[in-house]
């Protein structure tokens, strides 16, 4: 049986297929079984600032499908791995909040007794697969690729949540991680910034300022791509960079791509198998390095 | 200063500050001492002075309610956590932005784009519909098919009394 369920949440299996495709390749080329469970819904994020018991009853039938299935969650958004993380805590601490989180899903029939553990894909492979086991499963060493690292923010905070892992304030595992690959780390102004998506729907003009800062910092780095982990940083740096580019008359042309890709890349996987048709942002350095 | 810039005390609401207390998220509010830490670290009011948590929280703490739950103030908050790491006297802002979010909820005042996800979340179980074309596309791709989840998500938005708000 596999030890974990693949959640993918609303906007990777959508908008995201690059990054589903190259992760789930990935986990295959690692020898890690993956289940993909029925059922599935919303994390219960959008729900969270409305209501926050709808919230927390969304992540927890998501919580619950996983436990009768045997499984700990593998999430690849770093939003889906805040919100199911926060409700598996507070239902495996708070009794009486799994009690009346029970009662609701009994309705449904289901049950959460609080035994499920919830994994970014990213943190993943640094604390289980390892950076040493990665690098030993590396084909191609990526050495003329300079990237940019987006850590992202639910993927490291609320700290509490993540006992322990990484540092929030100046984080290193998606740098080892890159590093794995043989690629060279960028560092660059405001690294820990967030992408703005939070707030994207609510003031647009806002979101996307808090976007073209975060690119113009990485364009300074002179870099070949910016790298990520989460699927809705990506819709702003990638999907919405056109629009950056109109709104303030400049051009990036800036390379995105998510972290498996990279990995995938330096297994020795071609571009087209990591999805890499689906980025919208092309770049001739890595149309000519990656040619089959 | 203009006459109509000078805020008007015999408005305020002296339990709004207890009212957020009591809302989960909200409990810490009483410790913030204004000192600025979340302001200075905030990604949102670095692009814009729309957005000042420090300006917020002290405002509901003088019982601002009316202004505090009619403004937009409050949905500007992109939930980065930036501030909820640093804050000295771990006033969990974020989490205090979304207990005031309930509460103004709660009178009615959700922005459309909530109202929008809702409405996505009842009809799809999730933010993005996945029908024949979506799992068309994910097939292209070799990727295995997904089945809606909408009827206990709605029920869950039904039991918790979200669709009434989001009207």
Redesign the interface.
Known sequence: MSRYALY????V???G?NY??SA?KVLDRLGIQVA?L?????CGF?????????GL??AA?NLALAEAAGCDLLTLCSACTGTLTEAAHRLKEDARLRAWVNE?LA??GKKYSGKVRVRHFARMLYEETGVERLKELVTRELTDLAVAPHYG??YL???HLYDGFDD??NPHSLERLIEATGARVKHYEDE???C????L???ED??L??TK?KLDHVVAAEVDAMVLICPFCAIMYEANQRRVEGLYNTAYKLPVLYYSQLLGLAMGMSLEEV?FKLNRVKSRKLAQLFRE | MPEDDIIDVSDFDPNFRDEIAAEPGGEYIRRCFSCGTCSASCPVGGVTDKYNPRRIIHMALLGMRQEVLSSGFVWLCSVCYTCYERCPQDVRIPELMNAIRNIAVREGRIPQTFKTQVGQLRAHGRLYEVGDYENERRQEYDLPPIREESAQVRQILDDMDVEEEAE
């Open positions: 993918l949440g609303c906007t299996p959508v908008r297929l589903e495709l789930r993909d029925d059922g599935f819904a919303c959008p729900a969270k600032p409305l209501d926050w018991k709808a009853l969304m039938r609701e309705r449904q923010c639910h905070k609320p700290s929030p304030e820990g910034q967030c703005g998506g939070g707030i729907g609510f003031d806002t979101a300022l808090m800062q999805g």
